[in-house]
């Protein structure tokens, strides 16, 4: 049910909704005949190809879908599990479960559904299944290395091929209509009963078969949400509009040294800049990366205050006015880049001969903020460390 649950649902009610969506699917199922092993096993004789012009319309459908809600940031597809792939495993269990459905006459989920409605063959069926699952359960330990074998882990057809999710879709929405006409002349054929094509029905299917390439073709040429948000922000700074709150070096040094825990600092440069140097107790999100939604609850919450740095003045600037389009309206942009705030405090210049109490003051200062800020960085990374267990010997007792 994600992304819904927890965010929208709970997780309580997520059961209650699972529930009724399962008993709704049920019920589409039987209302389509998919209960019954004449229509199913149709689409292996030539006589009737529902089973494929759903199977092919869910996917059309699903991946059209998924891409809509990407491309105007209600659905992050990096947070979509995708099962690896085990080549020889894929194949055998392919073979093995199209023998099944011949032979059978159902799938699992079909199966279910014609059991529910009192069909004893399903419910031999699924007994079958049963015993096929605690079969392979049993004999997993001498099968395990053919199971796991050819392992292309998480792997999508798209990035595969070096396709763009884009063209895949446009190619796999093409397959799928050349394939509802050529399944269509094959059941008149097989049959013998030939539809009659009006020019109304023509004109109706053909209007059907453009809908999902025109929504495709929406998505591609329309920007996209977060490109929407990019390019509003590059708008706003050429415009001089850019003019966040901000906090100086030195502000900040002190805020870490004795309320660190009322702050979040947010390191906007690339992970390799990050791992070279970062300020202490700073995470890293990439600027690129803030419009995504996991970040969102991050710039929302109000418990703690966000300070943006980056490798420019006019990077922290951005990420401060990213983080209050998401709804961060007291965030704060750092007065100096990184390596300036590295040379400030790390690489602190030493007192000439002559100097002013002023002087004085900021160099005690930052060489003292320096220490604790490294301090306070090994205490926080060692927190996030597990704890290192150590064997001990137990010596005495009875011999």
Request: charge should be neutral.
């Amino acid at each position: 049910m994600a992304p819904l649950v927890p965010d929208i649902i709970s997780n309580e009610f997520n059961y209650v909704i699972a529930l009724i969506m399962g008993v709704g699917f049920g019920f589409a199922l039987e209302q389509a005949g998919f209960s019954s092993t004449r229509k199913l096993v149709g689409l292996f004789y030539g006589y009737d190809f529902t089973v494929l012009k759903v199977f092919f319309t869910a996917g059309v459908t699903a991946m059209i879908g998924i891409l809509f809600l990407s491309h105007f940031g209600l659905l992050n597809i990096d947070l979509i599990f995708v099962n690896p792939m085990f080549v020889k495993s894929a194949i055998i269990g392919g073979l093995i479960m199209g023998a099944g459905f011949i032979i059978g006459g159902f799938c699992p989920g079909t199966s279910a559904a014609a059991a529910a409605v009192g069909k004893v063959d399903a419910m031999a069926f699924l007994g079958g299944s049963v015993l096929g699952i605690l079969a392979f359960t049993e004999s997993y330990p001498l099968i395990e290395d053919l199971y796991l074998a050819n392992n292309l882990g998480p792997v999508v057809i798209s990035d595969f091929l070096g396709f763009s999710r884009i063209s895949f879709a446009i190619i796999l929405t093409l397959i799928a209509v050349l394939a509802f006409v050529l399944t269509s002349i094959i059941e008149d054929r097989v049959t013998g009963v030939k539809k009659e094509w009006t020019g109304k029905n023509i004109v109706k299917m053909v209007i059907y078969a453009c809908i999902p390439f025109i929504v495709i073709l929406f998505i591609a040429i329309t920007p996209s949400r977060d490109e929407f948000v990019m390019k509003r922000l590059e708008n706003r700074v050429a415009a001089g509009e850019c003019k966040p709150k901000m906090i100086d070096s030195d502000k900040l040094a002190f805020e870490i040294i004795n309320n660190y825990y009322k702050y979040n600092i947010i390191d906007v440069r690339s992970q390799a800049d990050y791992d070279s140097f970062h300020i202490a107790t700073a995470i890293n999100i990439p600027l690129n990366k803030m419009v995504d939604s996991e970040y969102r609850n991050l710039f929302n919450q109000r418990i703690k205050t966000n300070v943006f740095y980056g490798s420019s003045l006019d990077d922290a600037k951005r990420a401060c006015l990213l983080a209050r389009f998401h709804g961060d309206d007291n965030g704060l942009a750092l007065a100096s880049t990184a390596e300036q705030f590295k040379t400030i405090f790390f690489n602190v210049q030493s007192l000439g001969k002559t100097y002013s109490r002023k002087e004085l003051t900021i160099y005690t200062f930052r060489e003292q903020a320096s220490r604790k800020m490294k301090e306070i960085e090994e205490s926080v990374s060692n927190i996030s460390k597990p704890v290192e267990k150590k064997v001990r010997v137990i010596q005495g007792g009875c011999s």
